[in-house]
């Protein structure tokens, strides 16, 4: 039996997240715990907690989950893994341990399916260094998975959400439009070589973009999944007390995902998005709705958003580019707080 993941989802990937606006609001609810060690919490918006152990070393935390993107189950493995384990690298960590999270139909899917997911997920692990050391599964439908991931760093070296300075220009290391492409591919609108670049960029993991980030100590950075480009620049910049703005004319884009847009293949994550963003962002008049909403899209197994000094970024890009990551460009810069936290301009 040939299993098709995608057929059993609306919503796959980092686009079923809660919308941001909600999980603000139901985070409200929630106490912080009060501990010294406590180097980030969720009040950053962070891509991951972590918890000092001692002077020279931190835990950094981290969980992701999802139903499936894709249609085939051992593809599907490796970019949940590939999604849970980036938010270590978007910290500055290195990704050690992890745990299985799986939610399986036993009773509609072959029980090979079920293999071939932990299969992916235990091979992108392995590249990543990654060792799978236990889990839970859960009878459930749709499918869904991904995993809890502990990493180390030292914790005077952590890159956070907080940390873009004035002055900074910010790189992102892959194309954006996952989102749209695998939208468009359900609705059969998306090309065939579209949709193997979007698999391929969401199975690079954003460990040599992390080692590039600390050889020139880097201070700020995210990844982008599920709140999109625009909604995790908005958490950098709150997080920072800064204004960014994003220029949506040099954000590269995966093959038509413009067109996808301008035909209407815009997915009810990016208004989700757009909703949360809206009352901090200022939109240039020029600016076209496409790219608006491209900006918006959620992203699955995104790219690394950097914050840069002026003086260090052409090094940094060439570096960049040099580990393979050759759609990494500028796209916007950061200055002192304004009346938005976030500019779009094109
Ligand atoms: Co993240
Ligand atoms: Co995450
Ligand atoms: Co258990």
Same mark, same amino acid.
């Given at each position: 039996m040939k299993v098709d993941l995608l057929q059993m989802v609306?919503?796959?990937?980092?686009?079923?997240?809660?919308?941001?606006?909600?999980?603000?609001?139901?985070?409200? #609810? !929630?106490?912080?715990?009060?501990?010294?060690?406590?180097?980030?919490?969720?009040? +950053?918006?962070?891509?991951?907690g972590v918890y000092r152990v001692n002077d020279d070393l931190a835990l950094v935390l981290t969980t992701d989950f999802f139903p499936p993107v894709c249609s085939d189950p051992y593809e599907f493995g490796q970019i949940a893994a590939a999604n849970s384990i980036s938010d270590v690298y978007a910290m500055g960590g290195t990704p050690v341990v992890a745990l299985n999270i799986?939610?399986?139909?036993?009773?509609?899917?072959?029980?090979?399916?079920?293999?071939?997911?932990?299969?992916?997920?235990?091979?992108?692990?392995?590249?990543?260094?990654? $060792?799978?050391?236990?889990?839970?599964?859960?009878?459930? #439908?749709?499918?869904?998975y991904g995993l809890a991931v502990v990493g180390y760093i030292h914790p005077l070296k952590i890159i956070t959400n907080s940390g873009a300075k004035p002055g900074d220009s910010l790189i992102l290391t892959k194309q954006v439009g996952t989102g749209v492409i695998l939208a468009?591919?359900?609705?059969?609108?998306?090309?065939?070589?579209?949709?193997?670049?979007?698999?391929?960029?969401?199975?690079?993991?954003?460990?040599?973009?992390?080692?590039?980030?600390?050889?020139?100590?880097?201070?700020?950075? +995210?990844?982008?999944?599920?709140?999109?480009?625009?909604?995790?620049?908005?958490?950098?910049?709150?997080?920072?007390?800064?204004?960014?703005?994003?220029?949506?004319?040099?954000?590269?884009l995966i093959g038509d995902t413009y067109k996808l847009l301008d035909e209407g293949c815009i997915p009810g994550a990016a208004f989700r998005n757009l909703d949360y963003a809206e009352k901090y962002t200022g939109f240039d008049?020029?600016?076209? #709705?496409? !790219? $608006?909403?491209?900006?918006?899209?959620?992203? +699955?197994?995104?790219?690394?958003?950097?914050?840069?000094?002026?003086?260090?970024v052409d090094k940094l890009l060439y570096e960049l580019h040099s580990a393979g990551l050759t759609s990494s460009s500028i796209i916007g810069s950061v200055i002192g707080k304004g009346e938005k936290n976030l500019y779009l301009y094109m």
């Open positions: 609306e919503n796959g990937g980092c686009s079923a997240k809660i919308s941001p606006k909600q999980l603000e609001e139901i985070l409200k #609810y !929630l106490p912080l715990p009060q501990d010294p060690n406590i180097l980030v919490d969720i009040d +950053t918006h962070d891509d991951a799986m939610m399986f139909p036993a009773a509609k899917l072959p029980m090979e399916a079920y293999a071939e997911i932990l299969k992916g997920g235990y091979d992108m692990a392995s590249e990543a260094g990654v $060792r799978i050391i236990g889990g839970h599964t859960i009878d459930d #439908y749709p499918p869904k468009g591919q359900r609705l059969g609108m998306s090309k065939e070589k579209d949709v193997l670049e979007a698999k391929k960029l969401m199975k690079i993991i954003n460990k040599s973009g992390a080692e590039v980030m600390k050889k020139f100590n880097i201070k700020g950075a +995210t990844d982008i999944t599920g709140f999109g480009l625009a909604g995790h620049a908005l958490k950098m910049a709150r997080a920072s007390n800064v204004t960014i703005n994003l220029n949506m004319k040099s954000v590269p008049e020029k600016l076209d #709705y496409n !790219l $608006r909403m491209a900006a918006f899209d959620a992203q +699955t197994s995104g790219g690394l958003l950097m914050s840069v000094p002026s003086e260090i």
